[in-house]
């Protein structure tokens, strides 16, 4: 009984203070843009009180909605192709090849690469290498530069993002790994349990609590798209890559909006919450089933 | 375990095989940024060459302009400085929080609202909390280093969190219930048991923790405005202004830039590679 | 017992590392000289603020001058302004930023200010049509200025023994010659929206009157008017401009326009420092665009790229004037429009930059007209609707846009510039 206490007590010792310093600088500012989404505040000096207004205006203005079609266009394709690749790709990292370091340490690369570099080396092969490339095989189709036509931006988009992303999901799934113990291999390679039928049933089920990690920062992340935004189409051709933090930053911060784009924040906030809360509690579910 | 032995002794080449050639939409990219670091801004063209060809000279000299110009030294200490003091921070408190947080969150409901609280702050964008950010640090008088470092404990621990609690689902409980045997404290056990063996994602924590704050534009320039001092990322503006970017400069600078993360990530890979559970189950 | 004790051990600890690093920074300088602080948005121009800042101080034994020039500085300036650590005097440019700020009433009136006289009088003016409502007094001393229109390669005119266009008819004609011959006329870099706004800007200086959004703000008129001819006219561009213009960004148009790829390049003075970089034996001239159909109607587009403001913070006003005063003594305005390319606010004999060739009958006579962009709001992001418009072609569309998204955007300052008129009229009555 005593044991019990005194271990209650330390989780207790522990979480608090963690609680406040989360409230202090991370819920306590949120409320003061959520206070702040009830005015014209433009960042700085005086403001005014608009009740609803920023709210009501969010949903008749179609830059907003836009935004929200296009950013969630964007988070669900790429977390589809980031996971599935980056998971083939931790089992090849995993697995007993040769150069192991070394071939983990490339790919690894892109994600130390910052956003200018990597916008502006991709801009150049959308603008120059992949037009050469298309008319050199006679395609009309590549030899436009993707990020030029409204079409096809957001698919050259996609591909940078996952390009820069697969390598934290991969090194999220190789530490999952880790942790699935040799034996179960032995024990299912002696039932004779196979490629996809090992992965499904013994793999898989071991490193789900990573599969929940990784959705979860996957959609956290590519919702929140903003410096590929910004690096490679700042929102064109045409308005048609606007996704939503590249609205809240330039029309808030550069911008005089900051009052409603606090509104849309904060309502933007409150959507993805609801997903990755059921995101999480599905697969949580799934986990305890197993 | 002789056979096993055996077995992992057997390298698998068309894997391999496949992962080098995957290598190659790495490179390629990468070949350019080196190439164009290399080149002055007279010898860039508006085709394929333009990136890919050799220079004229090789010359470092981009390299050292670079460096002079964003007074490399400085503010690559203060951005180890900032990153290294996050990051040891993070560790400490965030893989405590996912301690206390995760092993609780199955049976009490109020550790599981406090884990679903502090994740949820993940999703808060940057942008809404950024001026009432600016005015409370500066209310406080850490409108500097010591408050970036703080507010980067803060924005990471949702991630974090998520990670170690993660993690500890796959660390059995009974290695725990060892110590507590023996009479150790809780606190006592997770020093020397928990924390341990929580290596891997240890690691894994501080490279992802890492990349954030290495390359963190937003959070230095206004909390640190006016404090007259940068970071790396701050200092790299200088090369793109509206009206002309030099990309040849400003991709040397990012080079050179990217090395410490580069050397930092390779030290962590080998602690991602130990499997330390596999070992501590048996 | 022994755990309670040690898991409060580490908040405590962050706590005081926290407190020690917090307490280091806070050192105080003891200098007995008036200190004046001044934050200035061009980081491209930060080398001859240092020199000025060093001659200042090295002259004045009383005062202390600091120039900061950081990087993003209108991000900069905003947080400044939010922590209340506001500076003496900013150099921002003429834009909707000054508006905003004045807005929120941060500027001092300097209306006492002497050196306001030698300002050119358009200059002035066009401060005072940056106020939302008109206000009394003046609270900027417009420094630089730049000026838009159309750079040409001139070894290229040289040679092909092409002439300066003065009319939008013998703009066409000259630029459907350059085609004939097989060159490219124009380069576009309109994967970057603003330098949309380039040609919008130029074109509107002759075509729209210069204060359209006053007197649309007034209820006056509307832009569906004002802008149809800009907006018909600008559409005839494209065909004379490489293929896919919106695949293509400001730096590589520059790049392309420097390496004779093209004859002409419409953009700002401000573009030619990237040109010559890849470029730097090229020999660049410009004119003013003919966008009207009459020679006399055609105004250079030129707008204040940079001004000083006092801040209303500002505790020492004589020593800001003193700094104010001395950033204007001519070797220094010589100076710095040296280092910038740029075209000085103040009156007198200045030596211009070779590529203002062209335009220089204009600025010496004052015909000018603002950047329309000055006065659009940044979040309403004209440019982006000037590049949607200029790939879907449909002009009706995109003026009947622009109106509706205007008085969304607007309808604070509509609703002030309202409410000023109707005073204005109870005042008037009495």
């Given at each position: 009984m005593e044991k019990t206490n005194e271990r209650k007590r330390t989780f207790l010792l522990i979480t608090i203070p963690v609680l406040i310093l989360f409230f202090l600088f991370n819920t306590l500012p949120l409320l003061k843009g959520f206070v702040y989404s009830f005015t014209n505040f433009k960042g700085y000096g005086s403001y005014d009180w608009v009740g609803l207004r920023n709210y009501t205006d969010l949903f008749t203005d179609g830059r907003i909605g836009k935004s929200y079609l296009f950013t969630f266009k964007y988070a669900v394709v790429c977390t589809i192709i980031v996971n599935v690749l980056s998971l083939v790709l931790a089992f090849g990292l995993n697995?007993?090849?040769?150069?192991k370091s070394a071939l983990r340490g490339v790919y690894f690369l892109p994600n130390v690469l910052g956003g200018l570099v990597v916008g502006y080396i991709f801009s150049f092969i959308f603008t120059y290498i992949l037009p050469a490339a298309g008319s050199a095989m006679g395609s009309e189709f590549l030899?436009?530069?993707?990020?030029?036509?409204t079409k096809t931006a957001w698919a050259a988009i996609v591909a940078v993002g996952a390009w820069q992303s697969i390598a934290m999901n991969t090194i999220i799934y190789i530490s999952g790994l880790?942790?699935?113990?040799?034996d179960v291999y032995e024990a299912g390679g002696l039932d004779g349990a196979t490629g996809w039928k090992r992965f499904r049933h013994l793999t898989f089920p071991l490193i789900l609590p990573f599969f929940t990690i990784n959705m979860v920062l996957c959609m956290k992340n590519f919702l929140m798209v903003f410096d590929q935004i910004m690096a490679l189409t700042k929102g064109g051709?045409?308005?048609?890559?606007?996704s939503i933090s590249y609205l809240i930053y330039q029309n808030g911060m550069n911008g005089g909006q900051f009052g409603f784009q606090s509104a849309n924040a904060f309502l933007f906030f409150v959507v993805i919450v609801v997903i990755s809360v059921f995101q999480l509690t599905v697969l949580g579910k799934k986990e305890e089933q197993l | 375990m002789n056979s096993k032995r055996k077995h992992s002794e057997k390298v698998n080449w068309p894997v391999t095989i496949l992962l080098i050639l995957g290598c190659i939409t790495i490179f390629f990219p990468l070949y350019m940024a080196v190439m164009i670091a290399l080149k002055?801004?007279?010898?860039?063209?508006?085709?394929?060459?333009?990136?890919?060809s050799f220079p004229q000279h090789w010359s470092l000299g981009n390299f050292t302009e670079a460096m002079r110009v964003t007074d490399f030294w400085n503010s690559l200490g203060n951005s180890l400085l900032i990153s290294a003091a996050a990051v040891i921070l993070s560790i400490l408190i965030h893989s405590l929080a996912g301690y206390a947080i995760g092993r609780n969150m199955k049976s009490s409901k109020f550790y599981n609202f406090v884990y679903l609280y502090i994740v949820s702050g993940?999703?808060?964008?940057?942008a809404i909390l950024m001026m009432p950010l600016v005015k409370q640090t500066s209310q406080m008088g850490i409108g500097n280093r010591a408050g970036v470092i703080l507010l980067y404990v803060v924005f990471y621990m949702p991630m974090n969190l998520l990670l170690y609690s993660g993690y500890l689902?796959?660390?059995?409980?009974a290695l725990e219930e060892a110590a507590r045997v023996d009479g150790a404290s809780t606190w006592r056990t997770y020093w020397s048991i928990i924390f341990p063996i929580m290596k891997p994602m240890h690691a894994t924590a501080a490279v992802l923790t890492v990349l954030g704050t290495w390359n963190d534009v937003m959070t230095p320039l206004v909390i640190m405005a006016g404090t007259g001092k940068n970071t790396l990322p701050l200092a790299q503006l200088?090369?793109?202004?509206q009206f002309g970017t030099n990309y040849n400069l400003a991709f040397a600078s990012y080079l050179l830039a990217l090395l410490p993360v580069l050397a930092f990530y390779l030290i962590c890979q080998k602690q991602i590679l130990n499997g330390v559970v596999n070992g501590a189950v048996k | 017992m022994k755990g309670r004790v040690k898991s409060a051990v580490w908040p405590a600890a962050v706590l005081a590392v926290m407190a020690l690093s917090a307490a280091g920074c806070g050192k105080t300088s003891e200098d007995a000289r008036t200190q004046v602080r001044m934050v200035q948005?061009?980081?491209?121009?930060v080398k001859v603020f240092e020199e000025l800042e060093n001659e200042f101080n090295r002259t004045h034994e009383d005062i202390k001058l600091t120039i900061e020039s950081p990087n993003d500085a209108m991000t900069v300036l905003k947080t400044m302004f939010v922590k209340e650590e506001i500076p003496d005097i900013v150099g921002i440019g003429g834009d909707i930023n000054y508006s905003n700020f004045l807005d929120a009433d941060m500027?001092?009136?300097?209306?006492?200010?002497?050196?306001?006289?030698?300002?050119k009088e358009v200059y002035l003016e066009i401060d005072k049509n940056l106020e939302f409502v008109p206000l009394k007094g003046t609270y900027a001393v417009p420094y630089a200025g730049n000026a838009a229109g159309v750079l040409y390669n001139r070894t290229m005119f040289q040679e092909n023994g092409w002439t300066i266009p003065t009319t939008w008819q013998e703009f066409l004609d000259l630029c459907e010659r350059i085609k004939d011959q097989g060159q490219q006329p124009l380069y576009f870099g309109?994967?970057?929206?603003?330098?949309?706004l380039a040609p919008w800007n130029a074109m509107c200086a002759d075509l729209?009157?210069?204060d359209i959004c006053a007197r649309v703000n007034r209820g006056?008129?509307?832009?569906?008017d004002a802008y149809r001819e800009t907006a018909e006219k600008i559409l005839k561009l494209i065909p004379y401009?490489?293929?896919?213009?919106?695949?293509?960004s400001y730096n590589d148009a520059c790049t392309a326009f420097a390496r004779g790829e093209s004859a002409m390049y419409v953009i700002g003075s401000y573009a030619v420092p990237q040109i010559k970089s890849v470029n730097p034996d090229m020999d660049i001239d410009s004119f003013v665009?003919?966008?009207?159909?009459?020679?006399?109607q055609n105004l250079l587009n030129s707008g204040i790229d940079l001004q000083f403001s006092v801040m209303k913070?500002?505790?020492n006003k004589e020593a800001a004037y003193e700094v104010l005063r001395f950033l204007q003594e001519d070797q220094n305005v010589q100076k710095y429009m040296d280092a910038q390319n740029a075209v000085p606010c103040k009156e007198g004999d200045f030596e211009l930059p070779s590529m203002l060739d062209g335009m220089l009958p204009y600025i010496r006579e004052g015909k000018m007209a603002d950047y329309?962009?000055?006065?659009?709001?940044?979040?309403?992001t004209v440019d982006a609707m000037i590049q949607t418009y200029l790939m879907e072609g449909d002009p009706d569309a995109f003026l009947g846009k622009f109106d509706a998204d205007w008085k969304r955007y607007n309808r604070d300052i509509i609703r002030k510039v309202k409410e000023f008129e109707r005073d204005g009229e109870k005042e008037g009555g009495r």
């Amino acid at each position: 009984m005593e044991k019990t206490n005194e271990r209650k007590r330390t989780f207790l010792l522990i979480t608090i203070p963690v609680l406040i310093l989360f409230f202090l600088f991370n819920t306590l500012p949120l409320l003061k843009g959520f206070v702040y989404s009830f005015t014209n505040f433009k960042g700085y000096g005086s403001y005014d009180w608009v009740g609803l207004r920023n709210y009501t205006d969010l949903f008749t203005d179609g830059r907003i909605g836009k935004s929200y079609l296009f950013t969630f266009k964007y988070a669900v394709v790429c977390t589809i192709i980031v996971n599935v690749l980056s998971l083939v790709l931790a089992f090849g990292l995993n697995s007993r090849i040769k150069a192991k370091s070394a071939l983990r340490g490339v790919y690894f690369l892109p994600n130390v690469l910052g956003g200018l570099v990597v916008g502006y080396i991709f801009s150049f092969i959308f603008t120059y290498i992949l037009p050469a490339a298309g008319s050199a095989m006679g395609s009309e189709f590549l030899s436009q530069n993707m990020l030029s036509n409204t079409k096809t931006a957001w698919a050259a988009i996609v591909a940078v993002g996952a390009w820069q992303s697969i390598a934290m999901n991969t090194i999220i799934y190789i530490s999952g790994l880790q942790t699935v113990p040799e034996d179960v291999y032995e024990a299912g390679g002696l039932d004779g349990a196979t490629g996809w039928k090992r992965f499904r049933h013994l793999t898989f089920p071991l490193i789900l609590p990573f599969f929940t990690i990784n959705m979860v920062l996957c959609m956290k992340n590519f919702l929140m798209v903003f410096d590929q935004i910004m690096a490679l189409t700042k929102g064109g051709p045409a308005q048609s890559t606007e996704s939503i933090s590249y609205l809240i930053y330039q029309n808030g911060m550069n911008g005089g909006q900051f009052g409603f784009q606090s509104a849309n924040a904060f309502l933007f906030f409150v959507v993805i919450v609801v997903i990755s809360v059921f995101q999480l509690t599905v697969l949580g579910k799934k986990e305890e089933q197993l | 375990m002789n056979s096993k032995r055996k077995h992992s002794e057997k390298v698998n080449w068309p894997v391999t095989i496949l992962l080098i050639l995957g290598c190659i939409t790495i490179f390629f990219p990468l070949y350019m940024a080196v190439m164009i670091a290399l080149k002055q801004p007279s010898e860039m063209t508006n085709d394929i060459a333009g990136a890919l060809s050799f220079p004229q000279h090789w010359s470092l000299g981009n390299f050292t302009e670079a460096m002079r110009v964003t007074d490399f030294w400085n503010s690559l200490g203060n951005s180890l400085l900032i990153s290294a003091a996050a990051v040891i921070l993070s560790i400490l408190i965030h893989s405590l929080a996912g301690y206390a947080i995760g092993r609780n969150m199955k049976s009490s409901k109020f550790y599981n609202f406090v884990y679903l609280y502090i994740v949820s702050g993940m999703f808060v964008p940057f942008a809404i909390l950024m001026m009432p950010l600016v005015k409370q640090t500066s209310q406080m008088g850490i409108g500097n280093r010591a408050g970036v470092i703080l507010l980067y404990v803060v924005f990471y621990m949702p991630m974090n969190l998520l990670l170690y609690s993660g993690y500890l689902k796959n660390i059995p409980l009974a290695l725990e219930e060892a110590a507590r045997v023996d009479g150790a404290s809780t606190w006592r056990t997770y020093w020397s048991i928990i924390f341990p063996i929580m290596k891997p994602m240890h690691a894994t924590a501080a490279v992802l923790t890492v990349l954030g704050t290495w390359n963190d534009v937003m959070t230095p320039l206004v909390i640190m405005a006016g404090t007259g001092k940068n970071t790396l990322p701050l200092a790299q503006l200088t090369f793109q202004t509206q009206f002309g970017t030099n990309y040849n400069l400003a991709f040397a600078s990012y080079l050179l830039a990217l090395l410490p993360v580069l050397a930092f990530y390779l030290i962590c890979q080998k602690q991602i590679l130990n499997g330390v559970v596999n070992g501590a189950v048996k | 017992m022994k755990g309670r004790v040690k898991s409060a051990v580490w908040p405590a600890a962050v706590l005081a590392v926290m407190a020690l690093s917090a307490a280091g920074c806070g050192k105080t300088s003891e200098d007995a000289r008036t200190q004046v602080r001044m934050v200035q948005y061009k980081p491209e121009a930060v080398k001859v603020f240092e020199e000025l800042e060093n001659e200042f101080n090295r002259t004045h034994e009383d005062i202390k001058l600091t120039i900061e020039s950081p990087n993003d500085a209108m991000t900069v300036l905003k947080t400044m302004f939010v922590k209340e650590e506001i500076p003496d005097i900013v150099g921002i440019g003429g834009d909707i930023n000054y508006s905003n700020f004045l807005d929120a009433d941060m500027f001092m009136d300097i209306s006492d200010y002497e050196g306001l006289s030698e300002v050119k009088e358009v200059y002035l003016e066009i401060d005072k049509n940056l106020e939302f409502v008109p206000l009394k007094g003046t609270y900027a001393v417009p420094y630089a200025g730049n000026a838009a229109g159309v750079l040409y390669n001139r070894t290229m005119f040289q040679e092909n023994g092409w002439t300066i266009p003065t009319t939008w008819q013998e703009f066409l004609d000259l630029c459907e010659r350059i085609k004939d011959q097989g060159q490219q006329p124009l380069y576009f870099g309109f994967k970057d929206t603003w330098t949309c706004l380039a040609p919008w800007n130029a074109m509107c200086a002759d075509l729209a009157p210069a204060d359209i959004c006053a007197r649309v703000n007034r209820g006056e008129t509307v832009f569906k008017d004002a802008y149809r001819e800009t907006a018909e006219k600008i559409l005839k561009l494209i065909p004379y401009a490489q293929k896919d213009p919106y695949g293509y960004s400001y730096n590589d148009a520059c790049t392309a326009f420097a390496r004779g790829e093209s004859a002409m390049y419409v953009i700002g003075s401000y573009a030619v420092p990237q040109i010559k970089s890849v470029n730097p034996d090229m020999d660049i001239d410009s004119f003013v665009f003919p966008a009207a159909d009459e020679a006399e109607q055609n105004l250079l587009n030129s707008g204040i790229d940079l001004q000083f403001s006092v801040m209303k913070a500002c505790e020492n006003k004589e020593a800001a004037y003193e700094v104010l005063r001395f950033l204007q003594e001519d070797q220094n305005v010589q100076k710095y429009m040296d280092a910038q390319n740029a075209v000085p606010c103040k009156e007198g004999d200045f030596e211009l930059p070779s590529m203002l060739d062209g335009m220089l009958p204009y600025i010496r006579e004052g015909k000018m007209a603002d950047y329309q962009d000055h006065y659009y709001p940044a979040e309403m992001t004209v440019d982006a609707m000037i590049q949607t418009y200029l790939m879907e072609g449909d002009p009706d569309a995109f003026l009947g846009k622009f109106d509706a998204d205007w008085k969304r955007y607007n309808r604070d300052i509509i609703r002030k510039v309202k409410e000023f008129e109707r005073d204005g009229e109870k005042e008037g009555g009495r």
